[in-house]
């Protein structure tokens, strides 16, 4: 069936220093990818997402690699901040799933000051 | 502004009641969902409505109904409240099926 997992549920970094988050895919026919964040007492909020059809994308401070061969997603976060604490999720969308959003479990980022 | 709020953020209720939680997004879009964020923090889709019409419905106990009077508004009646119920209910929005999802900061809701 379709799933999508993390190899770490919490990761501690110091503040300053850069932060990988890792996402394993099941999907193959998955094209969509999204990084959430999740604050305590909050929604879901959209980081950064990336196609099929790349395998980088930036954003402010953030990037995303996508490597389909192994099914490997990650987000590296730059010089990792106080605020940068929260859980992210990776998420997958393939047409053939309806385009239904599937999440992975989240890992919890700490950052230590 | 909001962009897709919910209410109410908290809801305590008795086992066997009924309740509903509202949903309204001001982005425009057309497509709307329930997911369930368990104890664990997983989530999971539970219902899609695009132009107001259901497009996904998981596997969902049918004490759950969602019903969409606009395509603004996608609302989640949920009758005999069981415990397993409890969780945290969050409503999402996008222009379309395959474009990202914005969402609510949620409905805690806790069944005693």
């Known amino acids: 069936g379709e799933s999508v997992g993390l190899h770490l549920p919490t990761l501690s970094v110091q503040e300053g220093d850069n932060s990988i988050i890792n996402c394993a895919y099941s999907?193959?026919?998955?094209?969509?990818f999204i990084w959430y964040k999740q604050e305590s007492g909050k929604g879901p909020q959209f980081i950064i997402d990336?196609?099929?059809?790349?395998d980088k994308r930036q954003g402010q401070r953030v990037t995303v690699l996508l490597n389909k061969t192994v099914k490997h997603l990650s987000l590296q976060i730059a010089a990792t901040q106080p605020g940068d604490s929260a859980v992210y999720f990776c998420a997958e969308m393939s047409m053939d799933s309806s385009y239904k959003l599937i999440f992975g479990s989240g890992t919890r980022l700490l950052v230590r000051p | 502004d909001t962009a897709v709020s919910q209410t109410p953020k908290y809801l305590v209720t008795q086992m066997g009641n009924d309740k509903s939680i509202k949903c309204e997004q001001n982005?425009?879009?057309?497509?709307m969902y329930w997911y369930k964020q368990d104890s664990k923090k997983f989530l999971k889709i539970m219902f899609s409505y695009n132009n107001k019409e259901l497009i996904i419905n998981e596997t969902v106990p049918n004490r759950f109904s969602p019903k969409s009077p606009d395509k603004a508004h996608l609302n989640l009646h949920i009758n005999s409240l069981e415990l397993g119920d409890s969780a945290v209910y969050f409503c999402a929005s996008s222009p379309g099926q395959n474009q990202p999802q914005h969402f609510g900061d949620g409905t805690r809701l806790s069944i005693l």
């Open positions: 982005l425009g879009h057309d497509t």
């Open positions: 999907n193959s026919a998955s094209d969509y």
């Open positions: 990336i196609r099929s059809n790349m």
